[in-house]
């Protein structure tokens, strides 16, 4: 995909993001830096991003999907209930490494974990 200004705006705000990020959220990031931006450029962009392998989607149980660069490497997230925001943890407190072998023959490949509550901001 080629380079634009709609295309580096939307991939920097989703960089720049304490989380992973919606459509809408994204849009609303994106559109400071570039007036007039569609809501269509946006989901051309991220699926286009998705396919280059830039940006991952992060799915939350009973929400759209939420964007996050794909290169951030193995974290969790905090989703606060008050303001709806998700965070970045930069820890991993289930720590059980791929291959594990769990009672009943399961074998770990991989493993997500949201947790959730209030956030330091809503909790003031």
Known sequence: MRQTKQRNAILGS??????PLSIAQIHGRA???IPRLGIATVYRAVKALREDGEIVAVDLPGEEPRYEAA????HHHFCCRACGQT?????CPVGIPRGTML???????D????LYGRCA???A
């Open 87 to 91: 965070y970045d943890l930069g820890v």
């Open 121 to 123: 901001a809503c909790e």
């Open 14 to 19: 989703i960089r720049s993001a304490e989380g």
């Open 31 to 33: 559109g400071e830096k």
């Open 103 to 109: 009672p009943g023959g399961y074998t770990v490949e």
């Open 111 to 114: 493993h997500s974990l949201t």
């Open 71 to 74: 290169d951030i490497g193995h």
